[in-house]
């Protein structure tokens, strides 16, 4: 499991997140909600080693992730989805997926075939350059590139951005379906709430950098105060 414990990072004089704990449960899906700004990609990068905090810790299992340089952190088996997703354009998608095969000790081709079988989307398209693909397909291949190494941890920030709301409620479909067959735990940062609490099991609500709730997501999505004033679901 994810343990986030009194966690504070700065830019300068910036205080990105202040003293935020949290746990997200083995094979269940955690969604960190809050507007532009409320620290949510900077809490998945400090989980990732790709930022480093000024105060708290971060445990996957017990271990301490603080002193663990970004690339072991992935061999361990934390998938990081990035925030506009970062697949190469001018790559195919089976270039992209290699890519992420890379770091791992998988079987590249039975790694590529599994993921084919997974989003047979993909598979139709591997020899296409990941500029053609939709919104939608692009966000698929970006998580595909994480699971091909076959993570235990998957953080995923704002997967449905840009998404038209077909689009993103099949996503999130999918999401949660990978989630229980693959025991995966999910970290899933969002701005649509409204989505996300549809497919979290928990929840957690950041307002600029501070923890305001955390909870059940079927409690967070019934609270009229979390609602209206950190979750924009009340007009
Ligand atoms: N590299 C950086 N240097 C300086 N300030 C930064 C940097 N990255 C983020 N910040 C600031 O830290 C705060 C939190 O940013 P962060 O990107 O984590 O928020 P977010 O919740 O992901 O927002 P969004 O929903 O817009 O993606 C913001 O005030 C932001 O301006
Ligand atoms: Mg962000």
Redesign the pocket.
């Known amino acids: 499991m994810i343990r986030v414990e009194k966690l504070s990072v700065n830019?300068?004089a910036?205080k990105?997140?202040s003293d935020v704990s949290f746990n997200a449960t083995p094979g269940l899906i955690t969604a960190v909600l809050?507007?532009?700004?409320?620290?949510?990609?900077?809490?998945l990068?400090t989980i990732s080693g790709l930022v480093t905090p000024r105060s708290g810790n971060v445990f996957l299992d017990d271990r301490s992730l603080l002193k663990t340089a970004a690339e072991d952190i992935a061999r361990m088996g934390v998938g990081h989805v990035p925030?506009g997703r970062g697949v190469i354009a001018e790559m195919t998608v089976d270039e992209n997926l290699r890519l992420g095969a890379l770091a791992s000790k998988i079987n590249i081709a039975e790694g590529l075939e599994a993921q084919y079988q997974q989003f047979p989307v993909l598979g139709d398209r591997r020899k296409q350059y990941a500029s053609t693909l939709s919104g939608g397909e692009r966000q698929m291949l970006a998580m595909s590139r994480a699971l091909i190494a076959q993570p235990k941890v998957l953080l995923l920030?704002?997967p449905s951005l840009g998404l038209a709301p077909l689009v993103t409620s099949e996503l999130m479909k999918s999401i949660r379906s990978l989630c229980e067959s693959k025991q995966l735990t999910v970290i899933l940062?969002e701005?649509n709430a409204k989505s996300a609490l549809k497919i979290a099991h928990d929840a957690v609500v950041?307002h600029?950098?501070t923890v305001v709730a955390s909870g059940p997501a079927n409690e967070v999505a019934a609270n009229d105060n979390l609602r209206r004033y950190y979750l924009g679901l009340v007009q």
Not at 34 to 43: D, P
């Open positions: 830019y300068g910036i990105a997140l809050g507007a532009n700004g409320a620290g949510k990609t900077t809490l990068r925030e920030d704002e940062v701005q950041l600029l950098g």
